[in-house]
């Protein structure tokens, strides 16, 4: 039964050329599109949300009508965070460091490297732009250095904090950013510039006005229920 499924299932791919058949029927990949069939493009974590958001289609149908519900809970969304998390890194995972922060100007590269910048990162998801930031030490491993990711310029001396409106993100971030050898220090000790915590950025906690020297934003406000009130998160500026 389960091989008759796979079969099925290799003749519908190898029919549209994305894997290769050959003439007495043996599927294989080849070797230069190996990496667009894996998770490190974005390609293919677009596709990822497929089945997601139809897992929700009989719930989103029901809001249409007249005696529906005003909309759906983010939980109607079942693995929405790991999913838009993994293609957040597959989108800025190669020039965060080396691009982007230059490139935002007003000397914060060289701010973040001296020390004493405090950053908040809005809908921080698996915390995976905070925690490439804040911690150094970080070990490039082979798949790494074959795509070119530039790692080295961590900013260990400033301090990052995530937050995000569901429970299941932070956790996600604080196992995500713990969990991994190559977010440790050379001692084995985890670092202290990092923190992850719930809470909702159109509600933000006021003692933290004039607290932050930079607030960041990645892929995450479109999603919001109010960007509007979360875009006031300029006010915990200093």
Known sequence: KTSRYVREWLAVVGVNDIITVTEDEKFYIKKENVPD????????????????FMKAYDKMANV?????????????????????????????????????????????KERLEKGGVQCLDVGCGKG??????????????????EQK??????YPKSHFTGIDITHEAVEMAKQQNSKHDDFRKSD?????????????AAKMDASWTNKFDVVMIFDACHDQTRPDLVIFSRLFLR
């Open 149 to 154: 990711i530039v790692s080295a310029s961590h």
């Open 188 to 200: 084995g000790q985890a670092f202290d510039n990092l923190e992850f915590i719930q809470m909702n």
């Open 64 to 108: 249409f009508t007249k005696e529906g519900p005003l909309g759906l809970a983010y939980s109607d969304f079942a693995d929405f965070y790991d999913a838009m998390a993994t293609l957040s890194e597959v989108l800025h995972k190669k020039h965060l460091i080396s691009g982007f922060i230059p490139a935002l100007g007003s000397g914060l």
């Open 37 to 52: 069939l894996t998770n490190e493009t974005f390609s293919i974590q677009v596709n990822c949300f497929l089945p997601i």
């Open 128 to 145: 995976f732009h905070s925690g490439l930031m804040g911690q150094s030490a970080h070990k490039i491993t082979t798949f790494e250095i």
